[in-house]
């Protein structure tokens, strides 16, 4: 069983930055993927960034260029530099992991939610 504790929501003005962390605990198998999604209210839950654990990264459109995601495997950890922030960036932000193994098979954990507020 994995599982995951996040920090770093806040409350900031747009145009400032924010650092999320999310530190799993329990074992992860080597083939893995950690990242973010978040969800605004009355919206659906959406893809931010992850990580895999080839540090292939993934960014949705609205968030390249501004965000960063990246990873500590020493303390398995995934960080989300959050910079330029807008009030669109306005959500809740779950920590995801995502770990397949060839005998006991691919599983999924999220996070509890951090909320961040943007205000312009």
């Known amino acids: 069983q994995v599982q995951l504790v996040e920090t770093g929501g806040g409350l900031v003005q747009a145009g400032g930055s924010l650092r999320l962390s999310c530190a799993a605990s329990g074992r992860i198998f080597s083939i893995n993927r950690m990242g973010w999604y978040r969800q605004a209210p009355g919206k659906q839950r959406e893809l931010v960034a992850t990580i895999t654990s080839g540090s292939s990264t993934n960014y949705a459109d609205s968030v390249k260029g501004r965000f960063t995601v990246s990873r500590d495997n020493a303390k398995n950890t995934v960080y989300l530099q959050m910079n330029s922030l807008t009030p669109e960036d306005t959500a809740v932000y779950y920590c995801?992991?995502?770990?397949?193994?060839?005998?006991?098979?691919?599983?999924?954990?999220w996070g509890q939610g951090t909320q961040v507020t943007v205000s312009s």
């Open positions: 995801n992991v995502w770990h397949y193994n060839t005998l006991r098979g691919a599983y999924d954990y």
